[in-house]
């Protein structure tokens, strides 16, 4: 049974700094990984989409890895700023979408 | 070409009343999911569904709910004699022959 955590459950850093935000899963069978990015009360902003075959996709400031053999992948943002504080959501596709339960980040102006 | 529409965006329901979530596909999609999330917590699959075909509801709660995608028209999800547990946020995605699932924005269902 697939199975996907994001770690750290929250996280608060300061304007300007860079982060990772981290995601792993427990079945490598997967189709592809996502990374999603959800405010409050809102629905989901599709941001990366990796294709298993590939290691990683960057948009912007943005870039995500993917490592299929160890279960892990990563979200890397430059350069963070107050209007990235959301909640970014890893999610990784079989024939459905199993998602991790999100990484709120906090952006401190 | 418009992207999942979802409607209602905000449902409200008195306990013991039915519910009906609707969702249309981006245009030349034949396959469609419904999401729950329910408050503080993550995405939780519910079921897939192909034109006419449930292929897989492993996420449904066994009672009060169902799912439908016609020939014709959007799919819907069905819940009877709501109760307080079912608030929550629906979401359909729908994906065509690649396996990319796109997401509607949502169908926040109020249960008073």
């Known amino acids: 049974k697939q199975e996907v955590t994001q770690i750290p459950a929250a996280l608060s850093v300061p304007e300007g700094e860079n982060l990772v935000l981290n995601c792993s899963f427990t079945?490598?069978?997967?189709?592809?990984l996502q990374w999603f990015r959800q405010d409050p009360g809102k629905g989901l902003t599709s941001l990366l989409l990796?294709?298993?075959?590939?290691r990683e996709q960057t948009s912007g400031r943005l870039n995500a890895s993917l490592d299929k053999s160890s279960g892990r992948s990563t979200l890397y943002i430059a350069a963070s700023q107050p209007g990235d504080s959301a909640t970014y959501l890893c999610?990784?596709?079989?024939?459905?979408?199993?998602f991790g339960k999100g990484t709120r980040l906090h952006i401190l102006p | 070409n418009a992207g999942v529409m979802q409607n209602p965006r905000h449902l409200v329901r008195r306990r013991g009343q039915e519910a009906r979530l609707r969702c249309s596909p981006m245009?030349?999609?034949?396959?469609v999911y419904w999401y729950r999330q329910l408050p503080e917590e993550g995405l939780k699959f519910m079921v897939y569904?192909?034109?006419?075909?449930?292929?897989?509801e492993s996420g449904m709660p066994k009672e009060r709910f169902s799912a439908e995608f016609p020939k014709e028209g959007p799919s819907i999800l069905r819940i009877q004699q709501v109760v307080r547990g079912d608030s929550a946020a629906y979401f359909c995605?729908?994906?065509?022959?690649?396996?990319?699932?796109?997401f509607g924005p949502g169908t926040r269902l109020t249960v008073t």
């Open positions: 995605a729908s994906s065509g022959s690649g396996k990319e699932q796109y």
């Open positions: 990796i294709q298993s075959s590939q």
């Open positions: 245009k030349g999609h034949s396959h």
């Open positions: 079945d490598s069978a997967i189709y592809n």
């Open positions: 569904l192909q034109k006419e075909n449930i292929i897989d």
């Open positions: 999610a990784v596709s079989g024939h459905k979408i199993i």
